[in-house]
């Protein structure tokens, strides 16, 4: 279970970069963009299977979290690891077990896997196994997103959304019961059927494109 200390925009573009990148001019269609860009960065994160913190939000946005864990890795005999929810982990801000505070020097992490672990070899004297007390770890994860300079959010995820917003703009404009058209010995075309983001169906192109930032389910 992992809670936010500080929130992030979850807007996973802006309404700036679509304009320019469909090129769009004047303010006509600024209202419906926005929506489109909060529901279907929301859609992109569904897609990813960013985890859901304890007040129900999912973001890419680089956020400060507490997360709890039952196990700690300077138990006796424990795994000398365990794996934050939310990745890339851009800083361990604290790791407390009860009222003691881990010394940094006894941990490191690998960010792009979400990984802490414990580097020394023996636990530190103050810590002993108490039933109910928990190791919580605040930390640091994700990207900065595209309303910051110089935004760390990969480029191909702020793409993803762009083009499903192309994607939707496009199908509002035509007879959702067409599926074809052709034009003898002129050209075919064929259309995306079903809506954007039903039941979790994104265009093969943007759903390629999103597959290498998906989080893997945890087993176990």
Same mark, same amino acid.
């Given at each position: 279970?992992? @809670? ?15 304009? /320019?990148?469909?090129?769009? /001019?004047? @303010? ?35 956020? /400060? ?55 020394? &070899?023996?636990? =530190? ?28 959010? =990969? ?5 993803? &959304? ?13 007879? =959702? ?30 759903? @390629? ?7 893997? =389910?945890?087993?176990?």
């Amino acid at each position: 279970m992992f @809670s936010v200390v500080t929130a992030a925009d979850r807007k996973l573009t802006t309404r700036d970069n679509v304009k /320019t990148e469909l090129g769009i /001019t004047g @303010s006509a269609e600024d209202t419906k963009i926005d929506r489109l860009i909060n529901r279907l960065s929301a859609m992109v994160c569904d897609y990813i299977d960013v985890p859901m913190a304890s007040d129900g939000s999912k973001t890419l946005g680089l956020e /400060t979290l507490d997360e709890y864990f039952d196990h700690s890795p300077w138990y006796r005999r424990r795994r000398r690891q365990i794996v934050l929810a939310r990745r890339p982990v851009t800083e361990i801000v604290s790791v407390t077990i009860g009222s003691v505070t881990i010394d940094p020097d006894d941990y490191d992490f690998d960010g792009a896997r979400g990984e802490l672990r414990r580097t020394g &070899v023996l636990p =530190p004297p103050s810590i002993g196994y108490q039933p109910g007390v928990r190791t919580v770890v605040r930390y640091k994860a994700g990207w900065t997103l595209p309303e910051t300079e110089n935004f760390t959010l =990969p480029l191909p995820i702020e793409g993803a &959304v762009i083009g499903l917003i192309r994607a939707a703009r496009f199908a509002a404009t035509r007879d =959702p019961m067409v599926k074809s058209e052709e034009t003898t010995d002129i050209e075919k075309i064929e259309y995306w059927v079903g809506q954007i983001g039903e039941n979790g169906a994104f265009p093969p192109d943007i759903a @390629s494109t999103l597959e290498i930032y998906c989080y893997e =389910p945890e087993f176990g």
